[in-house]
């Protein structure tokens, strides 16, 4: 087990001067790789990566993500070793994730994973000894695509202070969006919701972070909606914590950037069809688009016209070009590669450490809620703990250690006594068990302590 590795599994592991210092490598590394004779400078002066060894183990469909990390490891000098097909991998056989990760470790400095479970990444950084990068996890993040997606934004505009963001298609689905949205409040972007079809709306988890834990507080809708009719939910990022925004409707006039995302049909039932949105020229002709720039993380599958690629305001391609350089700059920030990238010692970064974290014993007490998240995988499940960061601001909110998603504990157990009660606080973590209700608590042999009884007289 390594705690104090580098693991970078979700966007707010990094600070934002981490993810700014990431940015600044990159410039100076794409400054390079836009030079004409820059193959050969870079393989003369920067091989900074020589004798290191990246592994990307894909368990889900990739282009972008694994060839632009691979090419990234290559542009800095150093290897790459690969398994981008489960069947022919030991999965096929029946390999856990765990003993992957801890395996493969011997043989790479570090190791790039896409999954498609919830919370597969935690799990890898949890039993290996070299940094874990999340290229993927189910619906939970993509946090380098992230960086990719803020770069671009950097680069497009400028700053991410007040600018205004349409994040449109399957926020539900797409882990793209919950890792972007996190990092947008955080710079203090304002955040315009547009589902993409019925049911594709933000997870109910990613929302309350949004607006608990980086200040993203939601406008009232006549504030925009007469502009912005379509918009679901917009959010302006306060300085502080509790402060009033003091936007009014003309501050969201214009559209800045309009990110959109395919439908993720893999994360839904088999043969789910939705009613889906289509951008092109037509949607983005009303006048509050007339400087946006268009992102999307790629593959689009219909609901990005190609009549737009032609045009500046397509940002998609330069976007993934800047796949590369991020990556570079990771992965030297990662291996300690470059003097000048050195980053704090991130092992929690904003990741809020000041929430403890709980074990309870697998068969006792709360789950997660999330059927996806790799605790209920049959088989890599019994790898991981029954693990929960406990968060205290809203009653006893548990978030899953691995796929991060919020589940409420109505119940405290205490362990020893094996009494239960209704609480909203905690005494003692370590002799807490937490159930969802009463029920479960009775079936697991606990019965009514002192303080339940006194709620129930
Ligand atoms: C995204 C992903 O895998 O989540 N692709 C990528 O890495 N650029 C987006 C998607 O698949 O829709």
Redesign the pocket.
Known sequence: MSAELRHLISINDLTNEEIEKIFETANRYLAELGDPDAPHRIAKSKRIGTGSILATLFY??????RLSFESAMLRLGGRTISSADPATSSAAKGESLADTARVVSNYADAIVI?HPRDGAARLVAEYASVPVIN??DGAHE?P??TL?DLFTLQREKGAFKGLNVVISG?LKG???IHSFVYALARFGAHIMLMPGGKGMELPAHVDWRLRHEFHALPVPREKYEKENADIDVLYATAEQPHQPTLLSASDFKEIDIFYM??F?KERYAEGAKADYMKVDFNFLNESKYKSASVMH????VGELDADLDGTPRAAYFRQ?SY?VPIRMALISAVLELDAQNNLEKFAHGFRTAKHPVHTQPRELGIACPNTNCITHDPHDGSYAGNKFTVVTEDGLRLRCYYCETDVKADIVGHAYSKLYEHSTSIRDLQDTVFFANEADAQKAGFKPGARNHAAAE
């Open positions: 889900e469909p990739s282009t972008r993500t896409r290229g993927g993509h380098t695509q990719c399957d797409s882990r793209t995302t395919r993720q993380p790629l593959p689009r993934a796949g």
